[in-house]
């Protein structure tokens, strides 16, 4: 499936500005710096109708970190009665790659993959492409 709306949750600049790039393409692309920010974008994103097919989610972060915004997020779609099938494709990026954060992020965020930051361009596409979702042409 194209990806036509996704969500970059980075409190770091360059790294929302170079995930960023690799979605020129994708119609919608919004960047925030916390995760405060991103259950604030993800429920109004929810509200009008128009949710995020994929989050970009840094572990990571000061205040909420990615374990406990990509649960909030879980929670929010559970909430509502989003079918499995049909929530977000959560893909946790990190510098950190150890064996606890890799279970977190799949146990408590159920996260669709985990990348090692920085990210290759041609791991991204692969990592897209093993969760269903595609960069348009």
């Known amino acids: 499936m194209d990806l036509s709306r996704c969500l970059i949750v980075d409190d770091e600049e360059l790294g ?9 393409r994708v119609p919608v692309v919004v960047a925030v710096g916390s995760g405060e920010e991103a259950v604030e974008k993800f429920r109004a994103a929810q509200e009008a109708g128009e949710p995020f097919e994929l989050v970009l989610l840094d572990i990571v972060m000061p ?10 997020l879980r929670k929010m779609e559970k909430e509502r009665g989003i079918a499995v099938a ?3 494709k959560i893909i946790m990026l990190t ?7 890799v279970m977190q992020s799949l146990m408590s965020v159920q996260s669709a993959a985990y990348l090692v ?13 093993k969760v269903g979702l595609k960069i348009p042409r």
């Open 117 to 129: 930051k920085p990210v290759e361009p041609d791991k991204f596409r692969e990592t897209l492409s």
């Open 86 to 88: 049909q929530q977000a």
């Open 63 to 72: 205040g909420m970190d990615g374990i406990a915004t990509g649960t909030a």
């Open 95 to 101: 510098a950190r790659n150890t064996p606890l954060d």
């Open 16 to 24: 929302r500005e170079l995930v960023a790039q690799y979605l020129q």
